[in-house]
């Protein structure tokens, strides 16, 4: 299933620069979007705009970062006003550690900014368009961390609890409007984030914890936002493990997290 445009359209995605979003933006480019991709790094910006034109979409490199305050706002100004179909909320950033002996505040916050604050505020500043529009999607990536409590990552995981949250409470929202909202919860995906944040090496054979590839997780993604769904969790075997953990009490489920957090995954 494809989101495929006979028109070109103009989709965002945010975290262009490597991993999730660099695959979640081919699958645009693919699908007939031209593009506005978002990230720090110029220099990658530049090199996946070159490879997006080659599938003919016309690309535009937004270098900006969004773990800062208004930088939403510096995204809006890049897209001047033009009717955007497709936005994907896939920057992010995660962080290990004991919250108050082992993290830094000003890290923390940063990442509110990022995985919450900067995400709303550009769901915000294009959703009422698209209603207007009566057409629209918007993909917000999220995280199987979103399920669980997470001693040692206590930060992240409640990041992305509010994604899915705010996700599903839109998805609603929005229902028979001609707008659909997805988040992709995907777990480990074999991308540099788990090295930029941190996190100790894997050691764990747990079915919530395999390691899928970027493009597969994207396609699942893709896939499910065409299909309309609210949630989409790439991996069955990961489908599965959250389905068990209804039956367990929150403590059990909080001490084992902190385990794997503190001996890797």
């Known amino acids: 299933m494809s989101l495929h445009h006979t028109q070109r359209t103009l989709a965002i995605v945010t975290g262009a620069s490597s991993g999730i979003g660099r695959e979640l933006a081919r699958l645009a480019a693919r699908d007939g979007y031209d593009l506005i991709v978002v990230a720090r790094r110029a220099d990658r910006l530049a090199a996946l705009a070159t490879e997006l034109s080659q599938l003919g ?89 979103g399920y669980l409590p997470g001693p040692g990552q206590a930060v992240y995981n409640a990041s992305k609890a509010f994604v899915k949250s705010f996700s599903e409470a839109l998805s609603e929202e929005t229902r028979n409007t001609g707008v659909r909202v997805t988040a992709l919860c995907p777990g480990p995906v074999a991308t540099e984030f788990e090295t930029v944040a941190g996190y100790p090496q894997r050691t764990s054979g747990n079915p919530l914890m395999r390691v899928a590839s970027a493009a597969t997780v994207a396609a699942a993604g893709w896939q499910g936002l065409a299909a309309g769904k609210p949630i989409v969790v790439p991996d069955l075997l990961t489908r599965i493990g959250l389905q ?8 059990v489920i909080a001490r084992t997290s902190q385990s794997r957090n503190r001996q890797g995954r």
């Not at 690309?59 to 969004?66: F, H, I, K, N, P």
């Not at 923390?108 to 698209?130: F, H, S, W, Y």
């Not at 068990?244 to 403590?251: C, E």
Request: net charge negative; charged share 20%.
């Open 57 to 145: 979409a016309t690309t535009e490199s937004a270098v900006v970062d969004l773990a800062q305050p208004a930088s939403a706002q510096e995204v809006a100004e890049v897209v001047a006003g033009r009717p955007v179909e497709m936005l994907v909320n896939d920057a992010g950033i995660g962080g290990h550690g004991r919250f108050a002996t082992e993290r830094q505040l000003i890290a923390d916050l940063a990442m509110i900014q990022l995985n919450v604050t900067t995400l709303v505020e550009l769901t915000g500043l294009l959703l009422p368009d698209m209603l207007e529009r009566h057409s629209g999607r918007i993909l917000n990536v999220a995280s199987i961390a």
């Open 244 to 251: 068990s953990l209804r039956v367990l009490p929150w403590q």
